[in-house]
């Protein structure tokens, strides 16, 4: 995502606690409810306790003309503890029917938790599988930072865009990135329309009933809110990278040619982030841009970043694309740690331009603490507000701090430690880690583990320092 400005209110939705009674079912088995939130700091409701998703199955009709979504999602688990009840997150949408293990299950909705009664309590370690019905007109829904996010229409189309919370707005699941799984989401639109997804297209049929089915399959794990689905009269070009990782563009046509030029690279940034950063961690890649003015910032959605218009640069490109490692291979344990994405993905940035004869990192390092707007309009925002890795509240998860003091954080340790310990710890931190959730503490010790330095004064005066750091 792109750095938002700091916001005008804080509301934060606040759930009503659910309170549930186990159901004894006289067996041996007694489970007990899943928590309906696993306590983030700043999204204490999102996701849910007592599983761990394995795999969405996403089967979902969308009629552009009236905004109508029909659904199923197939969920498949594993129980962490006994479970007489277990929660789902989901905003909006109407439930129809919901089976687990293929008996009809009870459930009742209060805010955004569907809460799920099996006929039968589940064992700690069970897999068990989930299918819910479910309908309606998705919505929007407002970050608080005031931004929108979730399910968004188009003039002739629809997103769904899901940082932090939004996806909720469209499937049921457990929304928090701690929860990863493998998805398979297949759209149905009427004939004329693209649909997009994460990862790669399996199949494309026509229906008897004259509709075009699209079955995406992403079989690298993926947290929630970096998955996507994207309907309209797209412009599709597809090809590969030299190393053959598969990309797939789909671009709004009035938005074709001044697209060209950004996507152009991307092939190549694949490759270049792959030699800094290690393999490229998916087997696709790709993006898709939507009509002008869809959203009021672009999205590292899994494998295929969205672009609200043409992007507006090469490094926006590059910076999406440096999330793939960064936030959606790696991904942060909680909302706290976003400058593990951001800061990284602007540090991406900073690193392709001096690859590429541009400005250095010193000397970007340099115009931020001068506030020197002319090397980078960036260095005159308030990215020294607070320390990146403490925001004040959910409505800062996206400010400057966390991009550009975040970077400016990984620069001091590349002053410290040297440029062939520095490359080693991105390397490495991206492989150690990969396809799976870390967070800063996480973070700090492996990078003083891995170059063999004491860095606690980067720390406590870059990452949790309070004040406006001073070289
Ligand atoms: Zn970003």
Same mark, same amino acid.
């Given at each position: 995502m792109e750095p938002r400005a700091r916001s005008r209110s804080a509301v934060t939705a606040a759930a009503a606690l659910l309170a549930l009674t186990a159901a004894c079912t006289g067996g041996t088995v007694q489970g007990r409810p899943g928590a309906s939130g696993l306590r983030d700091p700043y999204f204490p409701k999102a996701g849910n306790g007592g599983y761990q998703v394995e795999h969405y199955d996403l089967d979902l009709d969308y009629d552009p003309a009236d905004g109508q979504l029909d659904g199923t999602a197939v969920i498949t688990a594993r129980a962490e503890q006994g479970l007489s009840s277990f929660n789902l997150d989901l905003a909006g949408l109407r439930v129809e029917a919901v089976r687990v293990q293929g008996a009809a299950a009870r459930y009742n909705r209060t805010g955004n938790e569907l809460t799920v009664r099996p006929a039968e309590d589940l064992k700690k370690g069970e897999v068990f599988r989930t299918e819910i019905d479910y309908g309606g007109r998705p919505k929007s829904l407002a970050d608080p930072d005031g931004s929108e996010e979730g399910w968004i229409r188009t003039e002739d189309g629809a997103v769904g865009v899901g940082e932090p919370v939004g996806s909720m707005t469209w499937f049921p699941g457990? @929304? @928090? %990135? *701690?929860d990863k799984a493998t998805y398979d989401i297949t759209l149905t639109v009427p004939q004329g329309y693209e649909a997009v997804s994460n990862g790669e297209l399996r199949s494309r049929t026509a229906t008897d009933d004259g509709r075009t089915e699209f079955a995406w399959h992403s079989p690298e794990p993926m947290a929630s809110y970096l998955a996507t689905a994207a309907v309209g009269k797209f412009k599709v070009t597809t090809g590969r990278t030299a190393s053959g990782v598969a990309v797939y563009n789909a671009v709004e046509p009035a938005e074709a040619a001044a697209s060209a030029g950004p996507l152009a690279r991307l092939p190549e940034m694949v490759e270049w982030g792959s030699s800094r950063f290690g393999p490229y961690p998916f087997g696709t890649a790709g993006a898709v841009v939507l009509p002008e003015a869809t959203l009021a910032y672009a999205l590292e959605t899994q494998t295929k970043p969205v672009y609200s =218009?043409? %992007? =507006? *640069?090469e490094e926006l490109v590059l910076h999406e694309l440096a999330h793939q490692w960064f936030g959606n291979s790696v991904s942060p344990k909680s909302w706290k740690d976003m400058w593990l994405n951001e800061g990284f993905a602007t540090y991406a940035e900073w690193l392709w331009s001096e690859d590429h004869g541009g400005t250095t990192a010193q000397a970007r390092f340099e115009a931020f603490l001068a506030g020197d707007t002319e090397v980078d309009e960036e260095a005159g925002s308030d990215w020294a507000a607070f320390p990146p890795a403490a925001p004040p509240g959910p409505e800062d998860i996206s400010g400057a701090p966390v991009y550009y003091r975040g970077a400016m954080a990984l620069h001091r340790i590349r002053q410290v430690v040297g440029d062939e310990k520095f490359f080693d710890l991105l390397r490495g931190w991206a492989a150690d880690h990969r396809h799976g959730n870390a967070g800063t503490a996480d973070f700090t010790a492996y990078a003083q583990e891995r170059t063999g330095h004491d860095l606690k004064k980067v720390w406590d005066v870059w990452l949790y320092g309070k004040g406006r750091p001073r070289p």
């Amino acid at each position: 995502m792109e750095p938002r400005a700091r916001s005008r209110s804080a509301v934060t939705a606040a759930a009503a606690l659910l309170a549930l009674t186990a159901a004894c079912t006289g067996g041996t088995v007694q489970g007990r409810p899943g928590a309906s939130g696993l306590r983030d700091p700043y999204f204490p409701k999102a996701g849910n306790g007592g599983y761990q998703v394995e795999h969405y199955d996403l089967d979902l009709d969308y009629d552009p003309a009236d905004g109508q979504l029909d659904g199923t999602a197939v969920i498949t688990a594993r129980a962490e503890q006994g479970l007489s009840s277990f929660n789902l997150d989901l905003a909006g949408l109407r439930v129809e029917a919901v089976r687990v293990q293929g008996a009809a299950a009870r459930y009742n909705r209060t805010g955004n938790e569907l809460t799920v009664r099996p006929a039968e309590d589940l064992k700690k370690g069970e897999v068990f599988r989930t299918e819910i019905d479910y309908g309606g007109r998705p919505k929007s829904l407002a970050d608080p930072d005031g931004s929108e996010e979730g399910w968004i229409r188009t003039e002739d189309g629809a997103v769904g865009v899901g940082e932090p919370v939004g996806s909720m707005t469209w499937f049921p699941g457990n @929304h @928090h %990135p *701690s929860d990863k799984a493998t998805y398979d989401i297949t759209l149905t639109v009427p004939q004329g329309y693209e649909a997009v997804s994460n990862g790669e297209l399996r199949s494309r049929t026509a229906t008897d009933d004259g509709r075009t089915e699209f079955a995406w399959h992403s079989p690298e794990p993926m947290a929630s809110y970096l998955a996507t689905a994207a309907v309209g009269k797209f412009k599709v070009t597809t090809g590969r990278t030299a190393s053959g990782v598969a990309v797939y563009n789909a671009v709004e046509p009035a938005e074709a040619a001044a697209s060209a030029g950004p996507l152009a690279r991307l092939p190549e940034m694949v490759e270049w982030g792959s030699s800094r950063f290690g393999p490229y961690p998916f087997g696709t890649a790709g993006a898709v841009v939507l009509p002008e003015a869809t959203l009021a910032y672009a999205l590292e959605t899994q494998t295929k970043p969205v672009y609200s =218009g043409a %992007p =507006g *640069s090469e490094e926006l490109v590059l910076h999406e694309l440096a999330h793939q490692w960064f936030g959606n291979s790696v991904s942060p344990k909680s909302w706290k740690d976003m400058w593990l994405n951001e800061g990284f993905a602007t540090y991406a940035e900073w690193l392709w331009s001096e690859d590429h004869g541009g400005t250095t990192a010193q000397a970007r390092f340099e115009a931020f603490l001068a506030g020197d707007t002319e090397v980078d309009e960036e260095a005159g925002s308030d990215w020294a507000a607070f320390p990146p890795a403490a925001p004040p509240g959910p409505e800062d998860i996206s400010g400057a701090p966390v991009y550009y003091r975040g970077a400016m954080a990984l620069h001091r340790i590349r002053q410290v430690v040297g440029d062939e310990k520095f490359f080693d710890l991105l390397r490495g931190w991206a492989a150690d880690h990969r396809h799976g959730n870390a967070g800063t503490a996480d973070f700090t010790a492996y990078a003083q583990e891995r170059t063999g330095h004491d860095l606690k004064k980067v720390w406590d005066v870059w990452l949790y320092g309070k004040g406006r750091p001073r070289p």
